[in-house]
């Protein structure tokens, strides 16, 4: 980890253990912040496949959703402990992941593309027409809250339950970034052919990122089943799946800053536009095309240009 | 009904959605043969093609054929707009970029038509009265023949336009090799925006004659779009005829799953062919390997 990362992880955790403060313990804001904290984790597994291994997935909210239901299920149904079925849907993610996306992750771009549309697809329908696992399209109730010694977690607690994963996870993967593999992933996407060459065993590499974004998105779900209690498909079909992608192309998939951005943003932005919902959609659309346009690097790299730009004139006609 | 003459009610209404994910399968191969991009919109056009033809019939109260020629032109021209306004600005784009760049366009055409026609589901009469016709124990209904007769036209001239008219050829001429195609003075900008417009009219076509059978609503496009690529996919992309006779074949085979197996998991079965063609043999059934290596992307 680099100490200008270190530095911004730092003040953004003074800021997340402000926020109760901040906001007089609200408990609509604060579930705002668990929301963008759940986004965050999944939205950084995506970053490190796509900003730095140069992959595209459009089927992540399948991962989001195993991860959901098997704690869902496991603690409703079977009454299994959390901790227990949160690791089963770890594995059951990481499983998926291996055997989808070992032959996926050879084929190119578009391929791989349309491939994870298809497979986000297929886990939607399984979701809702495994209707006695899964509550089918009415969806899943009563999933039990999370304990700690008798104490419910809510609220506040769960608000720094979320967030220690989301610091843990992040300070990994700015390590992933910064470590040997994190290197030959940029080397892959910079040209497969050429990471070949130099050693770097692309395919195996591909794999590994792709498997960890699952986890990631696993780890996310089972944090979302037991924060609202209550889940049904279509928090985890196509629009769930094309929502963790925007949020980092709008961010910017270049730097995990970048993504955790994006998220940010758009997980705040329903918010706004409240009582506007029926432009929700060609709003979400309005802004990535925009932003694919005239900041396709994503947002933070393009202010970060228009700052150096001004400064820059500034300078010059002083 | 007796069994077979259930599995002939299935083959022909699987012949029927089939004519649909070939048009749209042929979508794809256009814009892809011209441009290497698989345009994530093209579903929308689908949507919008049936959209607008109940928006014109039904409302501005068009005749049934105006209402048609109107609804390709919107289309058209929408298509058009969208690679003038998202396509031709980029220079120089990552692969990703030009997957993403797409799936803004769709996400914003379905926008618009959510601003426009609402959530809810719409219904055009068929094109013509006239009784269910049997035939060997399945009743058809008289759409089930335009769907297919317009189909067969489309497919029918966009073959005479691609072998019998100098824009065609030409078009050919760029998916073969875009460099050697501008070296004997192809203006291949113009037929990129020629492949949008022209898929964006195949699209149109094929919503203004489904929406009769399934009815259309705002979102139906990107499982259009899915089911259209796993043919265009499954018959070997940038193939033509392959695209045509693997959309046929998934509708078929969705037909008779949907009414023998499971009807729940009717979806998924494309997106399984889907997956299993990428897998296993990607340059798909009619494709050749070696052709495929050499491809762009």
Known sequence: MKRKDLYTLLLIAFLIVLYPWIVEGNEYFISILVFLGI?????????????????????HAAFFGIGAYFSGILTSQYSYHPVVAFFVGIFFSALVAFFVGKPTLRLKGHYMAVATLGFGEIFFIVFNELDFLTGGPSGLSGIPTLTFLGQVIEGTAYLYLVWGFVFLLLVFSLNVINSRVGRALRAVHGGELAANAMGVDAA??????????????????????????FISPSSFGLMP??????????????????????????????????GLEDFEVLAYGGILMAVLLFMPQGVLEGMRKLLKRITKTTRRSL | MSLTSQIIQFFFTG?????????????????????AIINLAQGEFVMLGGLIMVFSTAVLQIPMFLGFFLTVMVVTTLGALFERLAIHPLKNASLITLIIITLAGSILFRGIAMLLWGRDPYGLPPFSGGKPIPIWGATLQPQFFWVLGITGLVLLGIWFFFNRTLAGKAMTACSFNAVAARLVGINVKKMVLLSFSLSASVGAIAGAIITPITLMEYDRGPLLALKGFAAAVLGGLGSGAGAIVAGFLIGI?????????????????ALFVLLIVLWIKPSGLFGSAEESELKKF
């Open chain 1, 39 to 59: 986004n965050s984790i999944v939205t950084m597994g995506l970053c490190l496949l796509m900003g730095y291994a140069g992959q595209i997935s459009l089927g």
């Open chain 1, 204 to 229: 195996r590499y591909k794999v590994q990122v792709f498997v960890l974004s699952a986890v990631y998105a696993s780890i996310a779900g089972s944090l979302y089943a037991h924060f609202i209690t």
């Open chain 1, 241 to 274: 799946s094309i929502m963790f992608l925007m949020m980092v192309v709008i961010g910017g998939a270049g730097t995990i800053w970048g993504a955790l951005l994006g998220t940010a943003v758009l997980t705040s932005l329903p918010e706004y536009l409240r």
């Open chain 2, 15 to 35: 012949l029927n959605v089939g004519s649909i994910y070939a048009l749209v399968a042929l979508g794809f191969t256009m814009i892809y043969n011209a441009t």
């Open chain 2, 253 to 269: 085979l969705e037909s008779l799953g949907a009414g023998l197996v499971s009807s729940g998991y009717k979806d998924a079965l």
